[in-house]
């Protein structure tokens, strides 16, 4: 793409060396970068892009997209220099153009807790309609029975496009993207069509970044009042607080809107019954009613199944074949899975709950599971490098909430996780505090009892371990099942 292709009210060109160069591409990684390509450099968290000005030239950039605050510093290196007063929005600008290529239909998912089971029954509905789809998000890009690993729940909009291109040419036209705050905040999905919004809940987490949450909110309310498309609609849960504050939102800005919950939703649950293998589901759509079967045995599962639900109707699916197809949809990896221990009847439960609210409401299902001679018994720590002050809430949610606890390391990326354990046990004081995870795993399952339910949480479907800047291989699922095997045996 040449040079003038890029240029428009937001990016300047600010000065030339070469009248109008081929741009063979764009990164904002220096390390990235091959001859004809453009360097963006992004003002990050702990380091600058324009002091890796020199190193993006030496291996081949033409060109280099700054902030106009920081035209002064590259001026004068030899280079064709754009700015921009936000670089981040002009990269995700910039790499539509290079792959233009879009399904569609794309699905964005905000909140803080079920964006991947939403996505996940979403893709489960769209293939059991035999329509071409994808997800992207925590479990990775999943596509045609194929799954692409990623490390960002939203990736970089380089990352992104260059994926959304290449599904697009594989006849996907249906893809649904969990849409993380910081990838929002980022405008990692500003040149996204995105033409459904959605936005589950919110509770606390990521202060670390976003401090308050207010801030927090404000980056998931952007889907909606600056991405959605114009003619997009938004589904919206209003059971949650701010989730009628973005309802209200979108109503003052004439933005289309259907709602979903337990209360006054155009979706509406009304009751739900527990069997011995399925629970029977009773809900209203704009006040007709209806029911259907499902797996699940959770109140939010069976909320977010029917947030799916809403979606694939907003595309003229036929009601009744959602009910049908639903009936066989499982839950995703690591999403409240079980795990029985026969040998004395006992239940171990898997899931990445690693919020106060994810692991209350995990606690307060398993808990109404629970016969009466059981007891139930939660194993979590919390991750380095992250929002403190969550930390003495789940502490708090898990002696409230459990008959025993079990606190450990979860990732402690550069933090020193007996800080992190010591931190949880303070609010505590009963637990058993076991630094190694999987002996604190396998000591948990030791003392399991009959009837017992076991709550592994916080790390779900995650095959690793961070530690000091290594991820080391580790699955909750395999250790649990390890130590059921040892015992068994």
């Not at 190193?55 to 106009?68: H, Q, T």
């Not at 209806?290 to 797996?295: D, E």
Request: charged share 30%; net charge positive; with cysteine.
């Amino acid at each position: 793409m040449l040079l003038t292709k890029i240029i428009n009210r937001d990016i300047s060109l600010s000065k030339s060396i070469e009248s109008n160069p081929k741009i063979t591409g764009i990164d904002f990684d220096s390390r990235k970068i091959k001859k004809g390509m453009m360097f963006a450099a992004i003002n990050g968290k702990t380091n600058n892009g324009i002091d890796f000005c020199d190193k993006a030239l030496k291996a081949g950039a033409n060109s280099i997209l700054c902030n106009r605050k920081d035209l002064k510093k590259v001026f004068k290196k030899k280079a064709n220099i754009l700015t921009t007063n936000n670089v981040r929005l002009s990269v995700s600008i910039i790499i539509k153009k290079l792959f233009p290529k879009q399904p569609k239909n794309i699905v964005a998912i905000t909140g803080t807790n079920g964006k991947t089971s939403i996505a996940f029954y979403l893709k489960g509905i769209w293939k059991a309609a035999n329509v071409s789809s994808a997800s992207i998000g925590t479990l990775g890009i999943i596509y045609q029975n194929k799954k692409i690993p990623l490390n960002l729940t939203t990736p970089d909009p380089i990352t992104l496009h260059k994926r959304v291109d290449e599904l697009k040419s594989k006849g996907i036209n249906n893809i649904v993207l969990e849409a993380s705050s910081h990838g929002i905040e980022q405008n990692r999905i500003d040149a996204l069509r995105i033409n459904r919004a959605v936005f589950s809940n919110l509770s606390r987490d990521h202060l670390d970044y976003h401090q308050t949450l207010d801030s927090y909110f404000k980056a998931k309310k952007r889907l909606f009042s600056d991405i959605l498309e114009t003619n997009g609609l938004a589904i919206v849960n209003n059971d949650c607080k701010y989730g009628r504050k973005i309802e209200s939102f979108c109503k003052r800005k004439k933005i289309k809107v259907f709602t979903y919950g337990t209360k006054k939703a155009d979706w509406k649950i009304n009751k739900v019954f527990f069997c011995k293998s399925f629970s029977k589901v009773h809900i209203s759509v704009l006040e007709k009613s209806y029911s259907f079967k499902c797996r699940f045995f959770a109140c939010y599962q069976i909320e977010n199944l029917v947030c799916s639900m809403l979606i694939a109707y907003s595309y003229n699916f036929p009601l009744k074949k959602i009910i049908k197809w639903v009936e066989k949809i499982k839950e995703p990896p690591g999403r409240l899975e079980k795990i029985n221990f026969k040998s004395n009847k006992s239940a171990i439960y898997i899931d990445y709950a690693h919020t106060p609210e994810a692991l209350k409401i995990n606690l307060t299902q398993l808990r109404e599971n629970l016969k009466s001679s059981g007891r139930l018994k939660v194993l979590f720590g919390c991750g380095g490098d992250r929002d403190i002050g969550k930390r003495a809430q789940m502490a708090k949610n898990a002696s409230n909430l459990a008959d025993e606890v079990y606190i450990t390391d979860d990732n402690p990326r550069y933090e020193n996780p007996k800080k992190i354990r010591d931190q949880i046990s303070l609010h505590c004081k009963k637990a058993f505090v076991i630094a190694n995870r999987k002996n604190a795993i396998k000591f948990a399952i030791k003392k399991l009892e009959k009837h017992d339910i076991l709550l592994v949480a916080g790390k779900g479907h995650e095959k690793f371990q961070e530690i000091n800047g290594k991820k080391y291989s580790f699955d909750d699922k395999e250790v649990v099942r390890d130590a059921i095997r040892e015992i068994e045996v």
